[in-house]
């Protein structure tokens, strides 16, 4: 069952499946970068399914799936935590506030774009300056003039389960 077809199962078996697992982390750092804490969330979803201990065949660790080398630059701008290595990106708190660091900085050095934001979460930043050029201000645009499969589905993948959250945890 795919993840649209399965909001037709009872209100429990979806709240399971897109759970606010980690909560206690995720909003609060969503609410200090500026983030929408159900992106931040659908973010999280789709890099690690809330696994703490995922590793990508990149090398990339933990709930949000950082690089090593890019976490050792985030450490060294936050200057936290101390000690820093590479393994404490597998520690839940240091995973999601780098992970929303490193967003939160994509989203500003694209103008707020957040499917530039989330190509560059991805794939790097450079790609989605070319795309970003390719199509300021339309993201439907931005989409169409990303060619490279991976990007595509996993700005798609995200938004397609940030609009799920948004139906089950709707805010007055």
Same mark, same amino acid.
Not at 8 to 37: K, M, S, T, V, W
């Given at each position: 069952?795919?993840?649209?077809?399965? /909001?037709?199962? =009872? #209100?429990?078996?979806?709240?399971?499946?897109?759970?606010? !697992?980690? +909560?206690?982390?995720?909003?609060?750092?969503?609410?200090? !970068?500026?983030?929408?804490?159900?992106? &931040?969330?659908?973010? *999280?979803?789709?890099?690690?399914?809330?696994? $703490?201990? #995922?590793?990508?065949?990149?090398? %990339?660790?933990?709930?949000?799936? *950082?690089? =090593?080398?890019?976490?050792?630059?985030? +450490?060294?701008?936050?200057?936290? @935590? =101390?000690?820093?290595?590479?393994?404490?990106? !597998?520690?839940?708190? *240091?995973?999601?506030?780098?992970?929303?660091?490193?967003? +939160? +900085?994509?989203?500003?050095?694209? $103008?707020?774009? /957040?499917?530039? %934001?989330?190509? #560059?979460?991805?794939?790097?930043?450079?790609?989605?300056?070319?795309?970003?050029?390719? #199509? @300021?201000?339309? =993201?439907? &645009?931005? /989409?169409?003039?990303?060619?490279?499969?991976?990007?595509?589905?996993?700005?798609?993948?995200?938004?397609?389960?940030?609009?799920?959250?948004?139906?089950?945890?709707?805010?007055?």
């Amino acid at each position: 069952m795919d993840d649209t077809a399965s /909001l037709g199962a =009872p #209100a429990y078996f979806n709240h399971i499946r897109f759970g606010l !697992y980690f +909560a206690d982390l995720i909003l609060p750092e969503a609410a200090g !970068y500026g983030l929408d804490d159900l992106l &931040l969330l659908s973010l *999280v979803r789709q890099e690690s399914l809330f696994e $703490g201990f #995922a590793v990508s065949s990149s090398g %990339a660790r933990g709930l949000m799936q *950082v690089m =090593p080398a890019t976490g050792r630059g985030i +450490a060294e701008a936050l200057g936290w @935590p =101390p000690d820093y290595t590479d393994t404490d990106l !597998y520690r839940p708190l *240091v995973s999601v506030r780098f992970g929303a660091y490193y967003l +939160a +900085a994509q989203r500003d050095r694209f $103008g707020g774009d /957040l499917y530039a %934001a989330l190509a #560059a979460y991805n794939g790097g930043p450079g790609y989605a300056a070319i795309w970003h050029e390719l #199509a @300021p201000d339309d =993201p439907d &645009l931005f /989409l169409e003039v990303i060619r490279l499969e991976q990007p595509h589905l996993y700005i798609r993948r995200i938004y397609e389960v940030f609009a799920i959250y948004r139906k089950l945890y709707a805010r007055p």
